[in-house]
């Protein structure tokens, strides 16, 4: 099968088009036909070997894909060739056909197209878990989102409003707050220029924001946790500015607010039953037009490179998609 290839752990750079042989399914497992592959951020981590799961070299790419079943391993129950399904596949979607364990593989309904559900599968998904069930976000609270135009950004933006939170946007220009905006936040604050700090508390009228999604992590969590308001909920996503932050946690006891991790995969992992009824939430949003991925490129896999190093250099607004479709 073709495939982009990861033969070295070199980098988005070392990646190249080529040919794997086509997986078969293990006990529990699906082979799947690639129709997309949504790009993740921890692509761009696990082509240089610096992700938590580092797999055997050759590998392709593409942690989360949409497609159909394509072969059903031993012990599989549910799920027949044909099938229209997402999957977190953690890597192997940059490629024809991918292997998918039956635990973190759902089926999608008629009306979600294989497009939205590989663009949105993870990032909504993470965003959901964080916000309603990390965060128990209540409508009419307020929810700061940094990295707002980013992946899990916008996502968490449309589940926010949905819910009825007022949403604060942070991202790094005014034309990435805009995509903000039409996502449905209410105000932005350019924390590339302004004092995140100071304008959440001048945005809330000084009392902060209940719920901060932090995805970016380095100096901007300390601010976000500052910009925190009473019984606060920070929850600690990422680190998509390279740098792992330590907290003071006087802050904590000040304003007697929580800082919780929030690890999608460990949830799959750990909880599946919780996960999958998660996934049932919002791929019902995908159906009933209430929660809309924004797919600002696709890419075929002969460009797939191409994708990655959009999204490493920050210039990819909402999500990028990579198809075994040359056209
Ligand atoms: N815990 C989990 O379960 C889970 C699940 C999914 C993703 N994640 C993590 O969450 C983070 C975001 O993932 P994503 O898929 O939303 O990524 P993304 O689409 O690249 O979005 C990240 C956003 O962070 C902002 N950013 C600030 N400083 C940055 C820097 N130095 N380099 C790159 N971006 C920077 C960018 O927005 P501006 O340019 O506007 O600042 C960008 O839009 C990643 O660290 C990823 O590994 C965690």
Sequence with gaps: MRALIC????????????????????????????????????????????????PPLPFAPGGEVAGTVAAV?????????????????????????????????????????????AAGLVAYGTAWFAL????????????????????????????????GARVIAAASSPERLALCREAGADLGIEYSRQELKDAVKELTAGRGAD????????????????ATAWRGRLLV?????????????????????????????????????????????VLAGFADGSLRPRISARYPLSRGAEALQMLAGRKAPGKLLITPAEA
């Design 132 to 163: 309603h069930d990390r965060g128990r976000l209540a409508a009419g609270e307020t929810v700061l989102v940094l990295g707002a135009a980013g992946g899990v950004g916008l996502a968490a933006v449309q589940i926010a409003h949905a819910a």
């Design 237 to 281: 996503i990422g680190f998509a500015a390279g740098e792992i932050p330590r907290l003071p946690a006087n802050l904590l006891l000040l304003k007697g607010c929580e800082a919780s991790g929030v690890f999608w995969d460990e949830l799959l992992r750990r909880e599946p039953a919780r996960a999958a009824e998660q996934v049932g939430q």
């Design 73 to 117: 391993g031993e012990g599989v129950a549910g799920f027949r060739i044909g099938d229209r399904v997402c999957a977190f596949t953690s890597y192997g979607g940059d490629a024809e056909l991918c292997r998918a364990r039956v635990s973190q593989t759902w089926r999608l309904p008629q009306a979600v197209d294989f497009d939205s559900a």
């Design 7 to 54: 033969d070295r752990n070199e980098g988005i750079a070392g990646l190249r088009l080529g040919e794997l042989p086509d997986p078969q399914p293990a006990a529990g497992e699906l082979v799947l036909r690639v129709a997309a592959a949504g790009v993740n951020f921890y692509d761009t981590l696990i082509v240089q070997g610096k992700y938590q799961i580092k």
């Design 211 to 226: 719920v901060v999604i932090d995805v970016v992590g380095g100096a901007f969590t300390e601010s976000a946790l500052r």
